[in-house]
Nanobody, 124 residues
Framework: QVQLVESGGGLVQAGGSLRLSCAASGLTFRNYAMGWFRQAPGKEREFVAAINWSGAMTNYADSVKGRFTISRDNANNTVYLQMSSLKPEDTAVYCC?????????????????WGQGTQVTVSS
């Protein structure tokens, strides 16, 4: 079965950086678009970033453009989210998602598989 396992979350001060990883198994990774979403307490899940199968196409939420970078390693079935200049409002549970396709999808409903998430907390 498909598994997506996130890691790399933690507590960081505002202005700091973190790199999240999402290891995928049970699928042909290079055939899947990957995305990162986040959900803060009391808020709805929101799109963060997405990448197409080859890495040539990416999309970002306006709130993270210029600060976050999504990338993937198809040889190791892993997608990354490099987060810099973190702000307290970035605090959330970050989940990765996967879906077959060729685009960098920004809607959560486009994704078939989801990980459990990793907590990111940014202190002020």
């Amino acid at each position: 079965q498909v598994q997506l396992v996130e890691s790399g979350g933690g507590l960081v001060q505002a202005g700091g950086s973190l790199r999240l990883s999402c290891a995928a198994s049970g699928l042909t990774f290079r055939n899947y678009a990957m995305g990162w979403f986040r959900q803060a307490p009391g808020k709805e899940r929101e799109f963060v970033a997405a990448i197409n199968w080859s890495g040539a196409m990416t999309n970002y939420a306006d709130s993270v453009k210029g600060r976050f970078t999504i990338s993937r390693d198809n040889a190791n079935n892993t997608v990354y989210l490099q987060m810099s200049s973190l702000k307290p409002e970035d605090t959330a549970v970050y989940c990765c998602a996967a879906t077959p396709g060729t685009a960098a999808y920004i809607r959560g409903s486009s994704y078939r598989y989801w990980g459990q998430g990793t907590q990111v907390t940014v202190s002020s």
